[in-house]
Every structure is written in structure tokens, then in C-alpha cells.
């Protein structure tokens, strides 16, 4: 399902011209991925580890004191972006209107919400319901911007409006569900945020380290090649985000199985699914590493627009890997976040976001969008191989 949502957004994409598809991929990519990494709390995570480590009564105090923080915090990063002029946001010779950012922002903020519900049901063993939040909010929002296309006109605009009104949905769908089924019942207090805050506040720097893999890659190659250079990078990643659907797909069956044997004491137990798990992600990746540059250029609808930069086809294999890395390495951060280890997690990652700068720096002058591509890549494979190390050294 994951899949087809992914192609039908992947298809609406080329309904803009490059220009406006960068203006979206920026929005989208920078402001949506630091408002989440920061307002959100890494509730995902937390809920992931603690669910097996503590009672259903107080996990719920922990969950409503997160929640009640995130809204506040988006609150406040909302009425801020309103005060600020639209001059504020400048990109190249075009801002970008303070009532989209402040939108989004308030998507991100819902969306803490859906991705608590999300990470309930995936430690409970109910893959369907929990897939039934991330797909309902990217299986409806094609369709909303579809009707917004036709309201608004073929605009960044309407993409835009799709990202919110499918966020802000599920974001009050989760919070009424989570409600009902008693999450939410406990009124949050100081106390029950403490270990939260103290578990969560360095996966946000993990969290905004890799919004800015993205982040910089889209902004260095619009300072350096323009808007519509963004744009043809934000194609070819876009194409190579299929990786996604494996990693995704593993993630949600690896995590809740390693967790719930990591709490029983079965460690080895635990070892080997890691090892497995791996291995079969890392097969899958490479044969997406061959397939999706062939999908670009054979497959009618694609052909055309690929076709316009010679970067397109030769990004997609290069980030295809990158992207396979990187959900490998999140496979192997699980036995350190386990242990608590997010300080540990969280260096790891901001150290790869500056190796990830310093590459953007060297190669995108020289190679462009190819060269932003190998950048990703070579951060994303320091990070898988200095989080086997750690790990491989914690166990011992």
C-alpha cells in the first residue's frame, strides 16, 4: 500500500514545472522536517522502548505530558512565524509567505499526535492499524491536492495544502482515538515529564540532524544551481524514497519483535533477528539500486521528465543507496536505544550531518545535483558503519 501511495505522489510531482516543485520540496523538506524533529518530542521512540519497560497507567501520563508540551511548543513556534514579515523568508529572489511556513508548522504539530497512535499500535503487534495512519495521511493527500489543483491551479500551493489538511486530519483522528482508548487519561504533571524529556531531548538532535541531510542538500544545490536545479535533485530523490518502502516495512516488523525480546531478557534472541533483518533489508536495497534507474527511464509516464538532466538517472542509484544505508543503520541503533543510549545515537548522527555538510560543500560546486547525491551517500555510510562499531563494542 506504502508503495502505491508513494508512485501516485511521485506521479503528481510532475505536474509542476521544476520551479515550483523546488519551492515545494524546500517547504516541505526544511520547515515540515525541523518542525517535526523538534516539536514532536521522538514520541515514537519513546514509545517504542517503554511500552515493554513500564505500566499501561503510567506510560499514559508520560504520553499525555508529551503531547500537552508538543502543542504548546508548535503553539508558540506558530505565533512567532506570524509576527515575522514574509521579507524574513527569503529564498533566492522569492519569499515564501509566512502563512505557508506557520501552516505547516501547525501540521507538524498535529502530526505529533498520529505518530504517537502510530507507534502504540506498532508495539502492540497490529501492523494494520498502525499503517493505517501513515497511510491515511499520504494516501489522501494526492487526492487533496488534486482538488486544490483544480481550485487554486497547478501550484505549489495546492501540494501545500495537501500536506497540511491530511496532517492537521489524522492529527485530530489520533488524538481522539488515543482519548478513547484511555492514552490520554492521565492529566500530565512536571514529574511525569522528567524521563521523558531526558530520553527524547537528545533524539531531537538525531531528529534534526537528519532533516538537515535533506535540508542542506535541497538548499545547497538551490543556492548553487536555482530553484529548478532543487527541484530535479527533489525528482531524483523523490524516485529513490522507494528504498523507503523497504525500510519502512522492516522497521515495522523488526521493531516491535526486537523490543518486546529485549525486554524479556532474550538477547541473544534479539542478536540474531538484527542479523537477519539486516541481511534482508540489505538484499532488497540492491536490487532497488539496479531497478530504479531502469523504472526512470523505461516507464512511459517517467521517461520525459527524467529525461531532462542527465543527473536525474544518474542521482537515483547514488541516493537509492544512501537511503538503504540509513535504514539499515536505524535497524542497528535499536539495541542502543534499548539501553538508553540516545546521547550516543544522537552524536552519531550529528556527527554524520556535518560530514554530510562538509561533503554538500566540496561536491556540489563541482558535480551539482550528482554531487549533493554523494554526499548523502558518504554520510549515511559513515553513519551505519560508526553505529555497528558502537554497537558491536556495547555488546562486548
Known sequence: MGGLVHLAHLLWTHLLDQADYGRFAILEGVVFGFATATVTLAPQQ????????KPRSELAGDLGGILSLAF???????????????????????ATPRWAIAGVIVAATFATGRMMAQSIHETQSQP?????????????????????????GWTWEARWGGLVVAQVGAGFAA??????????????????????????????????????YQSADRLYVALWGGVAAAGRYEAAYRLALLVNTV????????????????????????AKLLR???????GWVALLIILLPLIAVYTPLLEESYRTSTSLVISIPILAAGLGCLGISFLWQAPLLARGKTKTVSAIAVTSAVVNLGADALLIP???????????LIAFVFMLSMTMLVAWRARE
Open 247 to 270: 525500510n519502512l516495512v522492516t522497521l515495522k516488523s523488526f521493531t516491535p519483535l526486537f523490543y518486546s525480546a529485549y525486554g524479556r531478557g532474550d538477547r541473544e534472541g534479539a
Open 128 to 152: 494494520t492499524r498502525a499503517a493505517l495512519w501513515s497511510d491515511f495521511v499520504d494516501g489522501t493527500r494526492p487526492f487533496i491536492a488534486v482538488a486544490l489543483f483544480f481550485l487554486l
Open 276 to 282: 537477519k533483518t539486516s541481511l534482508q533489508a540489505a
Open 366 to 376: 563541482r558535480m551539482g545535483e550528482v554531487g549533493a547525491a554523494w554526499g548523502t
Open 175 to 212: 488524538v481522539w482515538v488515543l482519548s478513547r482508548q484511555g492514552w490520554l487519561g492521565r492529566p500530565p504533571s512536571f514529574a511525569s515529564l522528567r524521563e521523558p524529556l531526558r530520553y527524547s531531548l537528545p533524539m531531537i538532535l538525531a531528529g534534526l540532524a537528519y532533516v538537515g
Open 46 to 53: 519513546y514509545v517504542l522502548v517503554y511500552v515493554h519497560k
Open 72 to 94: 504548546a511548543a508548535g503553539g508558540l513556534a506558530t505565533l512567532a512565524v506570524l509576527a515575522l514579515p514574509d521579507s524574513f523568508f527569503v529564498l533566492g529572489v522569492e
